[in-house]
């Protein structure tokens, strides 16, 4: 059954809500016991793999404790699970789980490369699936008319396939938003709010990997309905949706006027919303979320991070009374936190998911690299996140950074911070999270506001060829290396308020990274420079990554971008011809 059937089926939105609201309590209740939680959780993953490949060759049979665990088994990335991943995946059985993997789900990491994450059943039951009804309960419990029509949310990240890539065994290799958890895992609540939509399934064909094609269908039909909700998960594709308006306006208008769809006949004419529409362009001189769908009220996407910055005021193009709710914390190997509230940004750690352990972010991860268990976790810090599941990943360095935003009943609220690399030119060992905040005061020092932002390091002879400001660069800076910060402000900022701006990011950064501070005094970096780009052109890069034919949901905000082709990209004049 498909989504869009689910949830035409009398009395599954009184199931769907009873289930979304069940697993939140049951995810609250496993706090009063975190400890207790944990090794439980820690005997289940490996009493059930200790006769696999890798448990037979870390005595997982022998592991009582977190301490036999951190013995047994060195912190791991993907590529130390990656030979066993591989195999498993050529049709090769029990390396890794004792469960065989139903799907592959696809994952992203800093080079865009792709994974394939070993999904298994057990994984599903006791891992993914409370974590994933939990997540949705503070959506569907403050603003529950998202349930009451399937057209009611559009939902970005959804995009089903008929014919998806398949690994050597057999098994789908996919995205999570394009696996039917009912038809594959027997779950068929787990149809999402706006999979039931007209949109959901396309009903005209597009290209294989067309997904600027597919998004303009789905906003084409999303004019002609009440949305009250959107979700997007990346908030990267959140952002696009006002450009994408703008972008496809007249073919939109168009289409609701004559009826069709990409072309093609699709249902009756409807010059009265295209009267509509072309009314709102004309009074207020654009398109925004919010002139289409005028009672839209909530938004769910990640909110940390680089997001952090451009969403407060993104969140005015979708209207003045519109919530956004966080994501969970999680990647496509594992949860980590999940919302059980509205707060704006954390979500409780998922106690039952997984063994989780965490080390400083300051530090490098090693193999022995010390680690910190939840309940020793400090309020205020950053921190690598490690985590082991039944599903096969151990001791999984996943590489994301987390802040403790508080302790609740001493468990811990986490947000994404930024993943868990570093850009070191001189020895300033910057991390995501740092900039962002020294980002964060350098925008309020001035009052000012972007829409988006990335940055470099670029030699200080080298300096890039569009306009910049900065501090000019002192003898000892002769030829050192510098920051460039490719910023799209969210109105002009005049020159001044420019070189005001880029002096206090220079001091925020010293503030936030002793690397940093070191590295200026001692003259290794120059002072950064700011390059001011136009409104759109981080909306350009966007759907130029997304024409390319990589995923939408996998086209994030990414801060560091050293490959020279990707920053020209980003940087370049618009109304420069192309070479």
């Known amino acids: 059954m498909n989504a869009s059937s689910v949830w035409h089926t009398p009395g599954h939105t009184g199931r769907y809500r009873e289930r979304v609201f069940a697993a939140r309590e049951r995810l609250a209740a496993e706090h009063a016991d975190l400890r207790g939680m944990q090794q439980r959780v820690l005997t289940d993953l490996v009493g059930f793999n200790a006769s696999t490949r890798f448990g037979r060759r870390h005595g997982l049979g022998r592991v009582l404790t977190v301490d036999d665990f951190r013995e047994a088994v060195p912190v791991r990335d993907y590529a130390d699970h990656a030979d066993l991943i591989e195999r498993t995946a050529a049709g090769e059985r029990n390396l890794l789980s004792a469960d065989a993997p139903a799907v592959y789900f696809t994952s992203s990491g800093s080079t865009g490369a792709h994974k ?11 891992t993914f699936m409370p974590f994933y009804f939990a997540a949705w309960a503070p959506l569907i419990e403050h603003f529950p008319d998202v349930l009451d029509r399937p057209d009611a949310v559009l939902n970005l990240k959804h995009d089903p396939l008929s014919a998806p890539p398949t690994t050597g065994d057999g098994r789908p290799h996919v995205g999570a938003s394009q696996v039917d958890f009912g038809a594959r895992f027997g779950e068929p609540l787990s149809a999402e709010p706006g999979t039931g939509a007209p949109w959901a399934a396309l009903p ?47 073919r939109i208008v168009k289409e609701v006027r004559d009826g069709t769809l990409g072309g093609l006949p699709h249902r009756a004419p409807d010059p009265g919303r295209a009267a509509e529409l072309e009314h709102l362009a004309e009074y207020f001189g654009t398109v925004r979320p919010a002139h289409v769908w005028p009672r839209l009220r909530a938004i769910f996407c990640w909110t940390t991070g680089v997001a952090s910055l451009y969403l407060p005021a993104l969140r005015e193009e979708f209207g003045p009374g519109v919530t956004v709710l966080p994501a969970p914390v999680a990647a496509s190997e594992g949860p980590v936190g999940v919302a059980l509230d509205r707060h704006a940004s954390a979500g409780s750690l998922v106690a039952s998911a997984s063994v989780y352990e965490f080390v400083p972010a300051d530090q490098d991860l090693a193999p022995d690299s010390a680690t910190l268990l939840p309940h020793e976790l400090e309020a205020g810090q950053d921190y690598h996140v490690v985590f082991s599941h039944v599903g096969g990943l151990y001791r999984y360095a996943v590489g994301d950074v987390v802040r403790v935003v508080d302790l609740s009943g001493g468990v811990p609220r986490l947000e994404y911070a930024g993943r868990g690399g570093r850009s ?23 009052g000012l506001a972007l829409r988006n932002v990335a940055c470099r390091v670029e030699p200080a002879a080298g300096a890039t060829t569009g306009p910049a400001a900065g501090p000019a660069a002192g003898p000892a800076e002769h030829g050192a290396p510098r920051y460039v910060f490719a910023v799209a402000p969210r109105s002009p900022w005049h020159a001044a308020e420019t070189v005001r701006f880029t002096a206090a990011l220079d001091r925020s950064l010293a503030a936030q990274s002793a690397g940093y501070a070191q590295a200026r005094a001692a003259g290794r970096l120059a002072a950064p420079a700011v390059r001011l780009l136009d409104a759109e052109a981080f909306d350009r890069d966007w759907h130029e990554a997304v024409a390319t034919g990589i995923r939408p949901t996998q086209v994030k905000d990414r801060l560091f971008r050293q490959d020279d082709a990707l920053w020209e990209r980003l940087t370049r004049d618009p109304h420069a011809p192309l070479a």
């Open 116 to 126: 394939k994450v070993p999904v298994t059943p057990r994984f599903m039951r006791t």
């Open 204 to 250: 005209v064909p597009t290209e294989p990997g067309d997904h600027l094609e597919r998004a303009y269908l789905r906003l084409r039909l999303a004019v002609q309905s009440d949305l009250r909700a959107l979700i997007g998960i990346n908030p990267a594709m959140v952002a696009a949706v006002p450009y994408q308006l703008n972008l496809w306006w007249p």
């Open 424 to 446: 070191d030119a001189a020895g300033e060992r910057l991390r995501d999270a740092q900039v962002v905040l020294a980002l964060h005061t350098a925008l309020g020092s001035g």
